[in-house]
């Protein structure tokens, strides 16, 4: 059974590498190897159970795709994009990594599958960036995917392509909906919904961080824990549930900055609180005025997918995982 | 005013050209130019008013749409495609000509406008078969596109991709998306739908028909003239009031093939309705099972655009237009 993750490198790609060394069990299969792939070679952690292997490689590099797929990979993960700021900002580089590097990935599968019987899993890491306002009080698995960004454009484009690509029998593929994963570890990245982890993951360890929104904007969301478990569970779902409709809206959690606020004030207290500094940014203001807000997400709860019961629940998730279970001295 | 026709040469093109000449004015600017595009030069009609141009072009041909684009043509009607039957017997040429020419296109405009400022109008002829089942009873302005067919995925691409280009700035995008046209003229082509038109246009000039499915397939249709009509609508339309979504299907008639039958017969009498000769043709039955059958196309009604009031309508308009307003002997 060989595992291959791209995108390897990055904080979902590395949440996703830590559970499959912890239980590797949670995906069936015997003899596991693991891929590990990124721009950058990712770093091999430490292991007693599963093979590993590390390379750079960028999807968008001519014959990347091919080298990848010649060694026939049985489950893929495709985690690896350009996130939505840098696509916004770099019109070109988004396009080419998001939908070029994913076409040449579905490309390499087809070519290979002519040479010879193949016909991985893919489970493609997509996003709520695919909706655009206005929306109906909840998102319906039925919603129209209208992005207002080049990224969600990206990510809606690559959905298509995973469907038809799946139908026509060269892959086996399922795409899941993130929503906006928070709390996550580590420094900032050009992600405009970074702030929504900044807020509470700074000030938990005594630092100051900048909320450019209003405390009423509300937004969906998933820990980092959740989006691991999305991926296994797409990885393990029986597909001929899914139909031909092979993109999922996870579920998640709907809530506001201020109730995240609240949490970060229920579990860390009001000093926490103070270290966030309002300082309004027309830009994000705009850009998270499109996202969506709430999603009913009727299918993948049917089939199994659950999301986090509460922002407390979260902020306490993340101290268990990245603070080792306190915060200032005190344990949670 | 430079208006050029991509796909000039198809039946829908030709119409549009013809409807051009007939009335110049039906489109605003002075000192019109019409170029005329397809990968076989289109014919060039007898004209009085117009300045024409014809050329042969392949969009997925490398340096082809710059070379069109260079001319900075004002309005573009982009028909161009591979019909269904044919982007799902051959999957790469489908892709190719589909997505990449149409993307080919875009490129070119977004490109030439760094040189020198440049925001032409883009009508994409997008289709019904970005829908696919199970549908509800009559599919609303937000049901998702979840095609199944290589065709209906690479216009939903498309669309995405015109929404995201008219979205930056780069051109002034409208897709519409056409209901199945009929009567369609001429000689069948490899469109699965051909059918539709078939089992009229041929017993109307006293020849047999072949129906593949059953009476009670329903289906959304519009007349040649209503496309037509879309397609100088969506020329003409003032896209603020588009929004950022900027594809739009268009009104049509849901009718079954009975009730097409029932028309053929009120028009052409029973002898006619004889002609039609029913062989099932499993292939068909089951792409046609995933189509849409029946469109509330609200917004593209409040904006102005108008379908066709019954199939007897389609059928005289058709007798009209084609047949010089009789047939058999018998004026209609």
Not at 50 to 65: N, Q
Not at 157 to 181: A, K, M, N, Q
Not at 214 to 234: K, M, Y
């Amino acid at each position: 059974m060989h595992l291959m993750i791209l995108g390897a490198g990055g904080m979902i790609g590395r949440k996703l590498t830590q559970r499959l060394l912890a239980e590797p069990g949670v995906l069936p299969g015997e003899g596991k190897l693991l891929s590990l792939v990124d721009v950058f070679a990712p770093e091999i952690p430490a292991t007693t159970g599963l093979k590993i292997a590390s390379e750079a490689a960028d999807l968008s590099v001519p014959g990347t795709a091919e080298r990848l797929i010649a060694r026939r990979p049985d489950t893929i993960f495709h985690l690896a994009a350009i996130v939505s700021g840098e696509a916004e900002a770099n019109f070109e580089k988004g396009y080419a990594v998001n939908l070029d590097g994913t076409r040449a990935l579905f490309e390499a599968i087809r070519l290979e599958g002519k040479k010879q019987p193949y016909r991985p899993r893919v489970v493609f890491a997509s996003s709520i960036a695919v909706f655009g306002e206005p929306f109906p009080a909840a998102i319906g698995d039925e919603f129209l995917t209208a992005p207002l960004t080049s990224y969600g454009t990206q990510k809606a484009i690559c959905e298509l392509l995973l469907s038809d690509y799946s139908r026509r029998g060269f892959l086996e593929g399922i795409g899941i909906r993130l929503p906006t994963v928070c709390i996550r570890p580590g420094k900032p990245n050009q992600a405009a919904s970074g702030f929504f982890s900044n807020i509470l993951r700074e000030p938990l360890v005594g630092q100051e961080a900048v909320l450019p929104v209003a405390v009423d904007v509300r937004h969906w969301f998933a820990s980092p824990r959740s989006a691991v478990g999305f991926l296994i569970g797409a990885a393990t779902l029986d597909l001929r549930r899914l139909g031909a409709r092979r993109n999922l809206a996870m579920p998640g959690l709907s809530a506001t900055v201020g109730e995240e606020i609240e949490a970060l004030r229920a579990v860390a207290g009001d000093a926490a609180v103070r270290l966030i500094r309002h300082e309004p940014n027309p830009t994000i203001i705009r850009m998270v005025g499109g996202w969506a807000r709430n999603i009913e997400a009727k299918r993948a709860i049917e089939l199994g997918f659950r999301a986090d019961a509460s922002f407390t629940d979260i902020v306490r998730a993340h101290i268990d995982d990245e603070l080792g279970g306190s915060i200032g001295g005190r344990s949670i």
